[in-house]
């Protein structure tokens, strides 16, 4: 599953890291951490929201072990 795979280095995530922060403002660095902080939490909750859907579809398509044998 390509979800699996890791993301090429030419993501947007990686390329703000590259990214000389030098000319931005005191105001500028603040409003970039915001936005920053506000994408953490997005990106938090959806890694939730699948985990939560994973762990759903494991417990569906969980094996049926034998209840009767000792």
Known sequence: MDDDLPRAKGDAASLL????????S????????ALLEAEIVRVIAHRNKVAAHRSAADALFKPITDLGSS
């Open 17 to 24: 890291a590259k990214e000389l922060l030098d000319s931005y």
């Open 26 to 33: 005191q105001d500028e660095l603040g409003e970039r951490i």
